[in-house]
């Protein structure tokens, strides 16, 4: 992870948590035309963070790096929930959506495929297993390169 995500997430974890939520992921980037930089933080809690929720933490965490001095230059911040299809980083994220249809895209094949979309069977110790079209794949945390949970609109 780069460093300067490694700190923002050190600095804003025990903040976030403080206020009952947890971060699911961080990512900062350039954007549009003129190549701002925006910073952006994704929370959630049980149930979902609600907009009370995000800028309270949104004044906090701005006044927090703007006081550590974390980032160089200017950048926006954003904080918000993950939305839906939220994404799963840690073991603990995929845990809370076992028997649910998630989305993995691995960096390497597995059986000749790298993109999965199927029911989430268990979270074992190094890897998800997950069920598609009837056929079980155990795919090790390594290996993923991205994953989110897939929300069943038929449902």
Known sequence: MDPTLTRVWQLAAPLVEGEGMEIVDIDFRHEGSRGGRVLRLYLDKEGGPNMDDLSRVSRQ???????????????????????????????????????????????????????????????????????????CYQIPFSMIEKSNYEHDWSA
């Open 61 to 135: 965490l701005s006044e927090l790096l703007d006081a550590q001095d974390t980032i160089d230059g200017a950048y926006t911040l954003e904080v918000s929930s993950p939305g839906i299809n939220r994404p799963l980083k840690k073991p603990a994220h995929f845990a809370r959506f076992v028997g649910k249809r998630i989305r993995v895209r691995t960096r390497d094949l597995i059986d000749g495929r790298r993109s999965f979309l199927g029911i989430l069977g268990q979270v074992v110790e190094d890897s998800v297993i997950l069920t598609q079209e009837g056929k």
